[in-house]
């Protein structure tokens, strides 16, 4: 079987074992990750699905994962949604409950809601990585992956003073190599003339097939956005038939807060399982659940 099929075999399938106990040989055998004691099957099966089960791929990807986590504390190691609440009230950030035609989770991110003055990039990139760690437990988004819209519109010089190199170079490895997500597509809308320089600074740290995948669609971005993506997933103020974006923003921020104590074993343990309550699940448009 090739990678794609073996993606869609479920996750206790005795075909996927083999697979598993490879990357987990490979993962403890490694000097980085000496100190871990255990690595659980469905952990490592996102890293085997973002990378189609090629095993040295995978062994990268993960190592790569371990090395941002260590290397990036003041992100990874709070992953409390309480912590940015004020930032989530704003209606800043969103999953949409549909996917898109090819299966891909959609994430939308409004720029102009956050005020530098009250929250750091720090803590804004705290929320995508929260995001994140959320939607790579689902067998599907492991599968299909991720595409994500932002918003600039509202964009100004004290956003772009809190993007340093070193910052930049910490959201490019998420996007490329560092984490188990498949990025699909990355929309820019509402882009202003002075987000080039931002752009300029990230775009040395991304390979070329995630530059390929970007798309900046301007002020006028209703027509060519519905190329990408069907109008009944998208809310009205993206063109689409949806519900309307303050209304996914607060239903997302309230997943968010359901999953405080999963996303906090996830901090303290993210390499094992991790206890899934009620409150954890949520059940989407498509009848599935989180």
Same mark, same amino acid.
């Given at each position: ?9 479920? /996750? ?5 074992? !083999? ?27 996102? $890293?085997?699905?973002?990378? /189609?089960? /090629? ?10 994962? +371990?090395r941002w986590r260590r290397e990036s504390p003041e992100i990874s190691s709070c992953l409390s949604p309480s912590s940015v609440l004020g930032l989530l009230n ?34 804004? $990139?705290?929320?995508? #990585? ?13 599968? +299909? ?5 932002? /918003? ?6 004290? =956003?772009? #003073? ?17 984490? !188990? ?5 990355? =929309? ?9 320089p931002v752009f300029a600074m990230l775009r040395p740290f991304l390979p070329d097939k995630i530059k390929q995948r970007i798309h900046m669609h301007g002020s006028? $971005? ?5 190329? $990408?993506?069907?109008? =009944?997933?998208? !809310? !009205? ?9 303050? *209304?996914?923003? +607060? ?6 807060? *359901?999953?405080?104590? #999963? ?6 343990h993210p390499t094992g399982d991790v206890t899934m309550t009620p409150d954890d699940c949520l059940i989407t448009e498509e009848g599935g659940t989180l």
């Open positions: 079987m090739n990678g794609p099929q073996l993606s869609e075999l479920p /996750d206790d399938s005795e075909q996927l074992r !083999p697979y598993t106990s490879r990357l987990r040989r490979g993962a403890l055998q490694a000097g980085e990750l000496s100190a871990v004691r255990s690595l659980s099957s469905g952990f490592l099966l996102r $890293f085997l699905r973002a990378r /189609d089960f /090629d095993m040295e791929l995978s062994l990268k990807l993960l190592l790569n994962y +371990q704003t209606s800043y950030h969103a999953v949409l409950p549909q996917r898109d035609c090819t299966g891909s989770r959609v994430l939308i991110y409004r720029i102009g809601q956050w005020n530098p003055k009250d929250w750091s990039a720090f803590q804004v $990139f705290r929320v995508s #990585l929260m995001t994140s760690e959320i939607i790579s437990r689902e067998n599907e988004t492991q599968r +299909q992956g991720l595409k994500a819209i932002f /918003d600039l519109a509202g964009w100004s010089l004290s =956003h772009a #003073l809190q993007i340093n190199p070193s910052l930049a170079r910490k959201i490019s490895s998420v996007l490329s190599d560092s984490f !188990p997500l498949k990025v699909r597509g990355i =929309h820019l809308v509402n882009e202003p003339m002075f987000f080039r006028d $971005f209703r027509d060519s956005l519905s190329g $990408f993506f069907s109008s =009944h997933i998208l !809310p !009205p103020e993206y063109g689409g038939h949806g519900p309307g974006i303050t *209304q996914v923003c +607060q239903d997302w921020t309230n997943h968010l807060l *359901q999953s405080e104590n #999963l996303l906090q074993q996830i901090a303290a």
